[in-house]
């Protein structure tokens, strides 16, 4: 099941997305969603982002490849190396990814991300994905420079823009047998398959409940495969997990 937060008449609304229209949910008398209203075309609809978090977490050095990319030789981390992009970072589906005048050398990392569903303190790896609700597509944009030399990477990954997230939470995603593509102008500059983890999402949601309390909303991009590159004013950027759908972001200079 494919839920979906969107804005119809004015009205921000979570409903179930299936076959290019969206059904409206409602809670009913025992707390469970029920689905109401006659479906709506998603050409009617304006597409939010998944959620509403308290927080994002994001991982870094995810994959092998992208560690190979990002420092030859260095080792595997003994943990995820997790690091916060704020929730104003966050862009919905269809939305502009705005480059800072004076950003530079700013790159698109295409990312499955989790969506928590649970509130989550110290939990074990075997009970992690009854905390998840779903997973979703997202780009972990970042300014090289900043990411560089800034003892922080509060702007390097968390500008305005810079967490694109969606267009859906898919409840039932098989993730060890899934893969993601990422395109840019419509050519592929990043694949990979999930399997290739270093930590997967259970290892990742029972490692940050360690230390934070997950919220349900929050959201934890999981790192991205291989080598990242520039992204321009002009450029498109799709971001396709089978199973979830094709995140689609645009490129413009800031203001």
Known sequence: MNYLRYRYRGKVMTGVEESGAVRALRMGPCDECVETDPPVGLDQVEILCPSEPTKILAVGLNYGSHLDHHAPGTSAPASPEIFFKPPSALLPHGGV??????????????????????????????????????????IDVSARIWQKNDLQWWRAKGCDTFAPAGPVVAANFDWRNGGIETRVNG?????????????????????????????????IYTGTPGGTGALHPGDRVEVEIPGIGT?????AAGA
Not at 102 to 122: S, T
Not at 189 to 217: C, K, N
């Open 97 to 138: 990814i705005r480059i800072p005048p004076d950003a530079h050398d700013v790159h698109y990392e295409g990312e499955l991300v989790i969506v928590i569903g649970g509130m989550a303190r110290q939990v074990s790896p075997g009970e992690a994905e009854n905390y998840i609700l779903g997973y979703s597509c997202g």
């Open 187 to 219: 050519g592929v500059v990043q694949s990979g398959r999930f399997s290739e983890f270093l930590f997967d999402p259970p290892m990742i949601v029972s490692y940050a409940s360690r230390y934070l309390t997950l919220m349900p909303g929050d959201l």
């Open 247 to 251: 995140l689609c972001s645009s490129v």
